[in-house]
């Protein structure tokens, strides 16, 4: 789990794939969730989620391999 102030995100690995790693990701505002959603992540294709308006900028994530 990585949090901020008012969010986080929740990453549950749900096991390998050949093209890459499985995964349950929650993203909640305070304790609201605003996004549940299964997805897989490959070191060739990060996954990039475009989150709320927050004050005069946007929440963005990136999510990567290493």
């Known amino acids: 789990m ?3 102030k ?3 995100l929740r990453v549950d690995a749900r096991g390998v794939a050949r093209d890459g790693y499985r995964l349950n990701l929650q993203l909640f ?3 609201q969730v605003l996004l549940e959603t299964d997805a897989t992540l490959s070191r ?3 996954l990039v989620i475009k989150g709320p308006q927050i ?3 946007q929440l963005l994530l990136l999510l990567i391999v290493q």
């Open 44 to 46: 060739s294709s990060p």
């Open 55 to 57: 004050g005069a900028g």
């Open 29 to 31: 505002q305070d304790r």
């Open 6 to 8: 008012h969010f986080s």
């Open 2 to 4: 990585a949090t901020s």
